[in-house]
């Protein structure tokens, strides 16, 4: 029970102080709720989230509140609901733990159909806010899901998400620690304005870490997430009804590392279009799926994106790029498009059984204009000769082991025009059979200073399939050979 029965003008007078001053200084800034003067008892057993509700009505009503964690255990038996204006601030030694029951049903959704039930209800989660303004988690404390959070399809009173935000604009998610996640350390869907520096994912043992869906102008620096499925993804998906874009986006200084499933990953739910994206100075330390994946599932064009200075180890694959069929969004989607795609110094070792792959579909629809500047490779290799014709595919599946094995043990490009490696490089642990790099149906590719590593029983480095206009130059095997090129219905187009 709430035991101090004041008027909230009287609270915000009480509770008024400069966030980094000294208490109960007069000077301008926002005011700042002491979450214990609110009723919470902070000892891991009360209940506190109707109290953490009643403080941040108090924040918002006072137009820019602080709603201050001293150091101790907060139980939050039952969803919060975020309101605008607000900062959430966890001092160090405080945590915000989940429970087992307690939470807000799903919402019903008439969209549902089109994506997974968790990306499709929003409020069952330990926070949950849509249409909020300027809301903000700051601190060096810690929201923990306590191992009660669902990674499955919650029943009621369940929660699979720590942090789920809707349609909101000025977010930001910095310093803090979220654990445990369930299905999702934090979802947010259609905002614009998100700012994060210095946050840890830790939801290796759960799911997913942090979801951006439907979501622009986003700034993410300093951040460490460990997750089981995807660790940091950007998807957009029909759960809001309508096409959304998506873009405009920075991510800088990151550790991302996923057991299961991808690194840094577009979708696989990809249906508004996707442009202006920057990545740099990352290290991917594993991948059960992709470690810098990129799909293009549900009609999606995925445009002008940048990889820079990225170090990756134990990927399943290291670099995927895939354009399927499966059109799961509303408004009748199409096929989707990747083009003018660059990676500049990136380097991957350990990597796992599936190739780097370019994998377009027919036509319009083929990836064009990716760029390999200073890439270099170390493939697991150990395969004996096999056939060189093209491995199937699943066009409604995203995993890349929906190509099955690649008769190359490095690059395999199909479906992709204007494609060029430049001081770039492709090696195998064990001897391999396969050739290093085999295009098919494809055009306008390049290769400037590519060293291959030579198998011993490989019939050629590079193998091109009815390609149109591809051109090697200044390139070698490892040994300083020249390259072996073969040729099946393809013209050469160096001058």
Sequence with gaps: MFARKATWAGLAAVSMAVLGGGAGMATAGPAVFGIKSFGAAGDGVTNDAPAIDRAINAASMSGNGVVRFAAGTYLAAGTVHLKSGVTIQLDKGSTITGSSSGYDKPEDNPFDKYQDYGHSHFHNAMFFGDKVDNVSFVGEGTIDGGGHLITGNPKSGQADKIISITRCTNLTLSGITLKRGGHFAALINGCTGVTSDHLTISTAGDRDGWNIISTQNVKITNINDAANDDALVFKSDYALGAKLPNGHVTVTDAHLSAKCCNALMFGSETCGDFTDYNFQQIEITGAGKSGLGMVSMDGAVI?????????????????????????????????????????????????????????????????????????????????????????????????????????????????????????????????????????????????????????????????????????????????????????????????
């Design 303 to 495: 445009s002008d994106v940048h990889y820079r200075d990225i170090k990756l180890s134990g990927t399943a694959s290291p670099i995927t790029q895939k354009i399927g069929t499966r059109k799961r969004c509303g408004n009748s989607p199409g096929v989707g498009r990747i083009h003018d795609i660059t990676y500049d110094n990136i380097t991957g070792t350990s990597a796992g059984s599936f190739s780097p792959t370019l994998w377009g579909e027919a036509n319009a629809n083929q990836i064009s204009d990716v760029t390999f500047t200073n890439v270099n490779l170390t493939l697991p290799g150990g395969h004996d000769t096999m056939g060189t014709g093209v491995p199937s595919n699943d066009p409604k599946d995203y995993n890349p082991k929906s190509i099955g094995t690649r008769p190359a043990y490095g690059w395999y490009i199909h479906n992709a025009n204007n494609i060029k490696f430049v001081n770039s490089s492709v090696r195998f642990g064990k001897d391999d059979g396969r050739p290093a790099v085999i295009a098919n149906t494809a055009s306008a590719l390049t290769f400037d200073h590519f060293t291959a590593q030579k198998g011993g029983k490989s019939p050629s480095d590079l193998l091109f399939q009815s390609v149109t206009g591809f051109c090697v130059t200044s390139s070698q095997n490892t040994g300083g050979g020249a390259l072996r090129i073969g040729n099946t219905g393809s013209s050469s187009s160096c001058s």
